[in-house]
């Protein structure tokens, strides 16, 4: 086995050409090769969640991955969701106002899922976010307040899309 990979890797936008070991997980490189330190490590195990990122749109468990896997692979963490300027996403204003956050350990890993959620159901239902988030375990909150912040998220980004739309007709 060689000592070292090459991997070509776009996280969060940017273009990434690194040397890394075979046998390096994703979250592993996410944080310690990246210092994108908002990918958490639970269980290491897959079973929790909190280290879900997207991986070419998908979610994925990054505690699961080689990053050698990944050559040429787009991944985004919870890094990508609030603007440059510091500006919130929309899941995260929901998580905020809804309070589906309490000590936030699980909290990258539920907006992430809750992202690939939206990306593909823009309104979803109660069911449709417990069947999305169902892997990702918290023992804080009880869900209720993250369902209810994921759904009230799909309203803001459906407002937002609709305020842009019209924006750009005027």
Do not use: W
């Not at 046998?23 to 195990?45: K, P, S």
């Amino acid at each position: 086995m060689p000592d070292k990979v090459r991997i070509r890797i776009t996280v969060n936008g940017t273009r990434h050409d690194l040397l890394t070991e075979p046998r390096t997980l994703l979250a592993d490189l996410l944080r310690n090769d990246l210092a994108l330190a908002g990918t958490h490590l639970g269980c290491e195990q897959g079973v929790c969640g909190a280290c879900t990122v997207l991986v070419d749109d998908v979610a994925t468990r990054s505690c699961l991955v080689f990053a050698a896997q990944l050559d040429g692979a787009s991944v985004r963490t919870v890094e990508s969701l609030a603007g440059a300027d510091g500006t919130l996403h929309p899941i995260q204003q929901a998580f905020t106002q809804e309070h589906g956050l309490q000590c936030g350990f699980c909290t990258p890993g539920m907006l992430m899922g809750a992202c690939e959620l939206l990306e593909r159901v823009p309104e979803p239902d109660r069911e449709d976010v417990e069947e999305a988030l169902g892997g990702n375990l918290c023992r804080c909150t009880g869900y209720q307040n993250i369902v209810r912040s994921v759904c009230t998220a799909g309203r803001l980004m459906s407002e937002q899309q609709q305020s842009e739309q019209s924006g750009v007709r005027a």
